[in-house]
């Protein structure tokens, strides 16, 4: 089957701190891989995606690399800022279907 | 530039009462889908529709009715509401998602629904 595995929250940093947040996945076939990141109170909206394998996604100093040896996809941000304060959900799109982690809460303190 | 757009944003309901989640999108986009979030378990799919007049159950489609008489429309219809069923609704659409597995979602705002 299909499946998300991301790593449990909160994650607590300070600002300009370096940010991992593991996500592993199991599926069939070649799935497409996403981050999606929701802020308080809004819908989810696309971070970064990767089609296949050696794939780096990027955006907004983000970063994602799909990794098919290990199946994962781990988001990763060198210098973390206050706005960054969200939550961060991977996922994956696999035969017209998305399935996602339970999602990672990010808080930044200055 | 509407985008998607889910009303009503709250609903609170007694047990047996049914109702229709109303999800509208102006992109003319065919992929059309209901997911509900609940705390630690992420979005889960309840149902999805490629085009007019097709839908597919997603992973929790038990007590979910959907339909899809237009492009545009993709209500969600709970026939007869249940405590399990409090959680956050979310509608996405997409472009396509036949030709390609790299469509990204809109998703609407969210209806915070409470079953008592």
């Known amino acids: 089957g299909n499946s998300v595995t991301q790593m449990e929250g909160p994650v607590t940093l300070s600002e300009e701190a370096f940010l991992t947040i593991n996500c592993t996945y199991t599926a069939t076939g070649y799935p497409s891989l996403f981050w999606y990141v929701q802020y308080p109170g809004e819908g989810l909206q696309l971070l970064l995606k990767a089609t296949k394998a050696d794939d780096k996604g990027s955006n907004k100093g983000f970063e994602a690399t799909y990794r098919k040896e290990t199946t994962s996809f781990h988001l990763e941000k060198g210098s973390v800022q206050v706005s960054d304060s969200a939550v961060y959900f991977c996922a994956l799109n696999n035969f017209n279907k998305f399935y996602f982690g339970s999602g990672t809460k990010l808080n930044v303190k200055p | 530039n509407a985008g998607v757009t889910q009303t009503p944003k709250f609903q609170v309901l007694k047990t047996g009462q049914s109702m229709t989640l109303q999800c509208a999108q102006d992109?003319?986009?065919?992929?059309m889908s209901w997911y509900r979030q609940d705390p630690g378990m992420g979005l889960r799919l309840i149902h999805y529709s490629v085009g007019a007049g097709i839908t597919d159950q997603g992973e929790v489609p038990n007590g979910y009715n959907v339909s899809r008489s237009t492009t545009e429309d993709f209500p969600l219809r709970l026939l007869s509401a249940a405590p399990s069923q409090t959680s956050v609704y979310f509608c996405?659409?997409?472009?396509?998602?036949?030709?390609?597995?790299?469509?990204?979602?809109?998703f609407g705002s969210g209806t915070q629904l409470s079953v008592l």
């Open positions: 992109m003319n986009h065919e992929y």
């Open positions: 996405a659409s997409s472009y396509s998602i036949w030709a390609t597995t790299n469509e990204k979602l809109f």
